[in-house]
């Protein structure tokens, strides 16, 4: 695969993702854009050859985008545009939007998610996300890795609570 084959691959996943947001207000206005600040500590994970003008910065195996919290918002990276939340795959190959426990640092609406009402249509949009980029073979590794983590946060936050 090449570049121009992932660039139209995020292109799709982005135009399926649209304007929607988790909810139908401006969530920064909740923490004043905490998820737009990155530091030498933070940033949002970047997807197989993703591209960005954001600063990059290595995390391990993976690449992250780092903000200075203000971006062209249709150049954001996908991370960007889904958070706080994560097409993850199951068991069963099931493609579902679920809550991405690794950003509640960051993000008070994950802290406080059985009191919110998030938009359906979005998180439809981000399971959608999920299925089109899980037919590239690697940006599908990425996503069961990642939702192999966010499990982990889920069973670890079932045994030790909020």
Sequence with gaps: MN??????LYAKAKKA???HTPLKADCGQLCGGACCKGDENTGMLLFPFEETTLE???AGDRT?????GYCNRDERPLSCMI??????????????????????????MLSHREEISFDTVFLRRVARVGRILSRDKESRQ????????ISDYEK???LFGK
Excluded: H, W
């Design 3 to 8: 570049q121009e084959y992932y660039n139209r």
């Design 17 to 19: 993702i649209g304007d």
């Design 56 to 58: 990059r910065k290595s």
């Design 64 to 68: 992250l985008a780092v903000c200075n």
């Design 83 to 108: 958070f706080p939340f994560f097409p993850c795959i199951d068991e069963n190959g099931e493609i579902t939007a679920r809550p991405d426990l690794r950003g509640m640092p960051v993000c008070p």
């Design 142 to 149: 990425m996503i069961e890795e990642i939702s192999r983590e």
């Design 156 to 158: 670890m936050q079932k």
